[in-house]
């Protein structure tokens, strides 16, 4: 099935990673490791933003049972927990999501991981938060029993290119980048 085409999945534009967590899992706040990264998509992206828009209504259509639960009515969309957040309300303080939305995307198994050339990507240093590529994510309702809503669940990633890191980290070569002299400190 190639290219299988479900109305709950979206394949974003050019997006950047930030909270990359795709290696090695992460415990979630359910407690559970998960796989995930923080897609920041800019809002000029109309595309992949719409595509999410319409992904999360399908979702919300597909799943008003397990929305409804034991409850008379299922809850409008308006007043669930969706995936699509604004940069700009969310986080103002991080330049990084300045323009954008952005979604959590989360897994219990590991993501595909490919090059442009649709190669894999082995060497973990290649994906890092502040890398630019695209994202494979299927949205699903959900309901704890305590909360209910439409989660983003992560499928694949496609690194296309380098950018600055993210999160205040320097690489080892930048940060060693100095006038330091072994030869003064030996004793």
């Given at each position: 099935?190639?290219?299988?085409?479900?109305?709950?999945?979206?394949?974003?534009?050019?997006?950047?990673w930030s909270y990359v967590s795709v290696w090695e899992p992460q415990e979630g706040d359910d407690g559970k490791p998960k796989y995930a990264v923080s897609v920041i998509i800019p809002k000029s992206d109309t595309k992949t933003i719409e595509a999410i828009r319409n992904a999360i209504q399908v979702a919300y259509e597909e799943g008003e049972s397990k929305l409804k639960g034991n409850g008379k009515t299922v809850p409008p969309l308006e007043t669930i927990k969706t995936p699509l957040r604004d940069g700009d309300l969310e986080r103002p303080e991080d330049e990084a999501y300045k323009d954008s939305y952005f979604v959590n995307a989360k897994s219990v198994t590991a993501p595909g991981i490919v090059d442009a050339d649709r190669q894999p990507i082995l060497d973990h240093t290649e994906v890092y938060s502040g890398v630019y590529g695209r994202v494979s994510m299927t949205f699903y309702a959900y309901n704890t029993g305590t909360a209910r809503g439409i989660a983003?669940?992560?499928?694949?990633?496609?690194?296309?290119?380098?950018?600055?890191?993210?999160?205040?980290?320097?690489?080892?070569?930048?940060?060693?980048?100095?006038?330091?002299?072994?030869?003064?400190?030996?004793?």
């Open positions: 099935m190639k290219n299988e085409v479900l109305a709950t999945k979206v394949k974003t534009g050019l997006t950047r983003c669940g992560l499928n694949n990633l496609q690194k296309l290119k380098d950018g600055p890191l993210l999160g205040g980290r320097m690489s080892a070569e930048d940060d060693f980048d100095d006038d330091f002299d072994v030869d003064e400190f030996l004793w």
